[in-house]
């Protein structure tokens, strides 16, 4: 079946045989009597032939208007006498020749799937060039001087309709994608699948920039083609957080944006931390920064839910915290910058919030969500400071439940909320007397049980347990002594919630602490009966008439000695400290230092005892092989480390972990400098 909307004449037709039968201008229909008449230099159209372009054809034909549309018969087709004859025609035939049905024709383009999806082109040349091959054979040698790969480099060869250029578009083969751009015609860039996506879409999406230029480079026009949904290239790569990709696309997407792609786009990059490129886009056009989209959400409510674009809300390990103060290493910078950039974005947005009047504000500060309760929960301390500081009056804003962000920071454990509270002085005293529909303070809050959330961030039962012991200390050092007795609708003081909500993990952090006890004490007690052993049983023996070592004068029989002795004394006292965790009464309150520093003792007296035993041992043989072996020294050394090195990095998180929160600065340590005011 041939489309005959795609041929179009370039020159008038002779007609003979018929008054004023002429060929319309613009299509040239071809009708079922159409016979395979054609000159030496002209291939018969049918099923198996090749896209034609630019082909100049000159023909004697009957033609009839076709009953059915446009199709092609054999050779054996009759013309009716009266058929109009239609002599030296001029046509330029634009067709796809080569139907394209859904199941049947895919199977003969897999050779040219693969090779686009693994960047072959050479494999796909040799497929182009198999085609014209069969051209050739079909219809003779010069057939192919009117065959060129149009139609092969624009079939649909998925059944997602689509072309070669999506699929190396999609697998990100830069050559590939620029040699088939060169076979193919401008517009042919824009055919798309059945989603409705060009190959520019599969580019944004796959984030490689080059693919994208040579495709506008070629066609303009393509960054402003709509893909599903409605979405533009630049959306689907901002989506996805292609920096550089969106960067490229913005500057030649400009004159395609509308005032509902530009709000669209400003939520994409403050969703996916493109904070750069939103701050672009609102220097240009800043009433952007109030513009609510189908969600009815601006990009100020969306930035209130990320607490990972502010430094404040990462919950960044031990050794992140360490490497978050070097900021030469690259990945360090580039997480400082996007923290500072969302600092900025939060400014440029708030800046443009208070020009509104109090009605409108209220209501953006309201609906859909409250975003500065919101980044209270989420503990954006950054984002908080921000809006204070230009509108202080938002310290006295509550919730529904009458709490403040003081009591939500509370509620949700967030401690660089809480701490923001003594930059505002003696303020705090009416703030903490807030009480809710329950007569809670802010006290009873520090007594419930912290959400799993953030209870789970801390490692282990008996360290979540110090830690809820440590926000209830703290809370209370901001009450004032009516409230610490105050008892709620339930008839509940703080410390009687505090004691009911935390019996089960109370359970918990002793189940946790004598499992560790129990099994560290019995690496310690080996390590003492081993070492007390080797005291007795010295490497080369004793002279028999004195007892004297016989290695006594040899110095590594100096380093045995003194570290077994030091291994026996470290282990005992490991296993002492361990023996007091067991043997410990299990108060609430024993959490918040007694046991801890006692884990921490006998860790570090365990860490000594192995350490000291290994140098024992590799003393020994030393001492044993050192006459044929000289070399000896240097392999045990490295091999005595292994076990050391292994237990201090498997330990080292748990051990940093009860310093930091019992001998450390603890969460709740202020900076000199105030955020507030």
């Known amino acids: ?82 058929c109009p004859r239609i002599t030296e025609t001029r046509v330029t035939a634009t067709a796809n020749i080569l139907p394209i049905t859904p199941h049947a024709n895919l199977v003969r383009y897999v050779p040219l799937y693969q090779a686009a999806l693994k960047g072959d082109w050479e494999r796909a040349e040799k497929f182009l060039q198999e085609q014209q091959k069969e051209i050739c054979q079909h219809y003779g040698p010069n057939s192919a001087l009117i065959y060129d790969y149009r139609s092969i480099v624009t079939a649909r060869i998925t059944n997602a309709s689509e072309t070669a250029l999506h699929i190396a578009a999609g697998a990100r083969r830069v050559h590939f994608v620029e040699e088939l751009v060169k076979l193919m015609h401008r517009e042919d860039l824009e055919l798309k699948n059945k989603d409705d996506n060009t190959a520019l879409c599969f580019a944004a999406a796959s984030g490689i920039t080059q693919i994208a230029k040579v495709m506008v480079a070629k066609n303009p026009k393509l960054p402003g083609i709509r893909g599903n949904k409605g979405a533009t290239p630049l959306y689907v790569a901002t989506l996805l957080g292609h920096r550089d990709m969106v960067w490229y696309l913005y500057s030649a997407s400009k004159n395609f944006l509308t005032e509902h792609d530009l709000v669209k786009l400003l939520i994409a990059t403050v969703t996916t931390n493109l904070f750069n490129v939103a701050l672009e886009i609102l220097s240009k056009c800043p009433p952007l920064a109030i513009v609510r989209d189908e969600n009815e ?208 993990l109370v359970k918990e952090g002793e189940k946790w602490m004598k499992d560790t006890a129990s099994s560290c004490m019995i690496v310690a007690t080996l390590i003492a009966t081993v070492v007390f052993a080797a005291a007795f049983t010295v490497p080369g023996g004793n002279y028999d008439d004195k007892g004297i070592p016989v290695f006594l004068e040899v110095r590594s029989f100096i380093v045995f000695a003194i570290s077994d002795a030091l291994a026996l004394f470290s282990s005992i006292t490991s296993v002492l400290m361990f023996l007091s965790i067991l043997t410990s009464r299990y108060a609430a309150e024993d959490f918040l230092e007694t046991l801890p520093r006692r884990m921490v003792l006998g860790l570090t007296t365990l860490f000594v005892s192995i350490a000291t035993m290994v140098i024992a041992f590799s003393a020994t043989l030393f001492i044993v092989l050192r006459s044929r072996l000289d070399w000896i020294a240097i392999p045990i050394a490295i091999l005595a480390c292994v076990p050391v090195t292994m237990f201090a990095l498997l330990q080292f998180p748990l051990f940093m972990d009860i310093i930091h929160s019992t001998h450390g600065f603890g969460i709740f340590y202020r900076p000199g400098k105030h955020m507030l005011y």
């Open 1 to 82: 079946m041939v489309n005959s909307d795609l041929f179009r004449v370039k020159e008038k037709v002779t007609v003979q045989g018929g008054k004023g039968s002429v060929v319309p201008r613009n299509f040239v229909s071809i009708g079922s009597c159409f016979p395979a008449v054609a000159s030496p230099n002209y291939a018969a159209a049918s099923p198996k032939s090749p896209h034609i372009m630019e082909t100049h054809v000159t023909a004697t034909a009957n033609i009839l208007p076709p009953p059915n549309g446009p199709h092609i018969m054999g050779t054996s087709a009759a013309a009716p006498p009266n």
């Open 297 to 504: 959400e601006t990009a100020l409510h969306i930035l209130a839910q990320k607490p990972s674009a502010f430094a404040s809300g990462c919950n960044f390990g031990i050794w992140k915290r360490f490497l978050y103060s070097f900021p030469y290493i690259k990945q360090v910078y580039d997480t400082k910058v996007m923290h500072f950039q969302a600092i900025e974005v939060v400014k440029v947005l708030w800046h443009e919030v208070l020009k509104l009047d109090d009605k409108n504000m209220s209501a953006l500060l309201r609906e859909p969500s409250r975003p500065l309760f919101v980044a209270a929960e989420l503990g954006i301390a950054e984002f908080i400071a921000v809006l204070l500081r230009d509108y202080p009056d938002l310290l006295w804003k509550v919730n529904s439940d009458n709490q403040s962000i003081f009591h939500t920071a509370v509620a949700h454990h967030q401690e660089k909320i809480f701490i923001l509270i003594h930059d505002i002085g003696a303020l705090k005293d009416l703030i903490t007397s807030y009480v809710d529909g329950n007569n809670n303070n802010m006290l009873h809050l520090a007594g419930n049980l912290a959400p799993s959330s953030r209870l789970n961030t801390i490692s282990g039962a008996a360290l979540q347990m110090q830690r809820e012991h440590q926000w209830f200390k703290e809370v209370e050092k901001v009450m004032q002594p009516l409230y610490m007795e105050m008892k709620n609708s339930e008839g509940k003081t703080p410390r009687t919630l505090f004691t009911e909500k935390h019996a089960n």
